[in-house]
């Protein structure tokens, strides 16, 4: 009998295909399809709609790099959204800093939640019970559109832009951010691999900039986003927050007690420096 295989749809004309050795969980939920399925190599995996999402064996290099960049560059980010992020990777890496004193959280869908708590129990360690955290289920542009609260960095771990996440990628979505933001505050969001996507860093970057005094991207090679480098978008009206050094960013990480797997401070200051073709893609 052959293994039953698992083809990523992302991409028109070229994909990258999994062995599923098990299915471990598989459902139509009323938002989008959801398979959970566990591979020799990646360990667990979780996919949606047809699109890799997480899995257990590379995801602290994307989980590690969309938080601490931010919480670092900032300095003294007391209180944390994060928009998405259902499996609870970037929970986990939220809640180990200290300084932060509360972190909201808000989810589309319930059933990612409550199937990652099951399946992929490593990505959030325990986060989904730290006291600190109010998890919401509700649109994330709804949220930010209509919460009195404001956050001093906001983390948008969205899918890419197709079914539910497409409207993280739109100009109501941003200007809602813009809308909750503390002044000083910085906004960072996955913004996809960015030779196979680079219009998502142009229209991410037309977007951003009517909002924002700073607009840029930073960059890590996640394996299992295949296609080279994974941008993430950064959005903030303080343009000193980029342009740390590696001293000062050197002196909060060891400052804070957090172990990395991927983060460093050097990768910090390091990631912002783009490739010519990325440059070229912000501006046209």
């Known amino acids: 009998m052959s293994a039953m295989l698992f083809s990523e749809t992302l991409h028109e004309g070229w994909a990258q295909t999994f062995r599923m050795d098990e299915v471990l969980f598989e459902v139509r939920t009323e938002h989008q399809h959801l398979v959970i399925f566990r591979n020799p190599f990646w360990g667990t995996v979780m996919a949606l709609d047809g699109i890799i999402q997480t899995t257990e064996r590379d995801e602290f290099i994307y989980h590690e790099m969309m938080t601490h960049v931010p919480i670092l560059a900032h300095g003294s980010a007391r209180k944390v959204l994060i928009i998405g992020g259902g499996d609870g990777g970037i929970l986990r890496e939220v809640t180990k800093h200290a300084g ?72 109501p979505f941003y200007e809602g951010v813009k809308r909750c933001l503390n002044p000083g505050g910085v906004f960072v969001a996955q913004n996809g691999v960015v030779f196979m996507q680079g219009e998502e ?13 700073d607009v840029h991207f930073y960059h890590a090679a996640v394996p299992t986003y295949v296609g080279g480098s994974m941008t993430f978008a950064w959005a903030t009206d303080n343009p000193e927050l980029r342009r ?31 490739p010519k073709y990325v440059q070229d893609l912000m501006l046209a």
């Open 244 to 274: 740390q050094s590696v001293e000062v960013i050197r002196e909060r990480f060891e400052a804070s007690g957090i172990e990395t797997r991927y983060y460093t401070p050097e990768l910090h200051v390091g990631s912002f420096a783009l």
């Open 201 to 213: 860093v142009t229209n991410s970057h037309r977007r951003l900039s009517p909002l924002f005094a």
């Open 100 to 171: 932060v004193e509360a972190v909201t959280q808000v989810e589309i869908d319930e059933k990612v939640v409550e199937m990652c708590k099951q399946y992929l129990p490593n990505h959030s360690a325990g986060a989904f019970d730290d006291p600190r955290l109010n998890l919401v289920i509700d649109d994330g542009v709804n949220f930010v559109r209509t919460t009195d609260e404001k956050f001093d960095v906001i983390i948008s771990d969205s899918t890419d832009p197709v079914g539910p996440g497409e409207v993280l990628f739109e100009s």
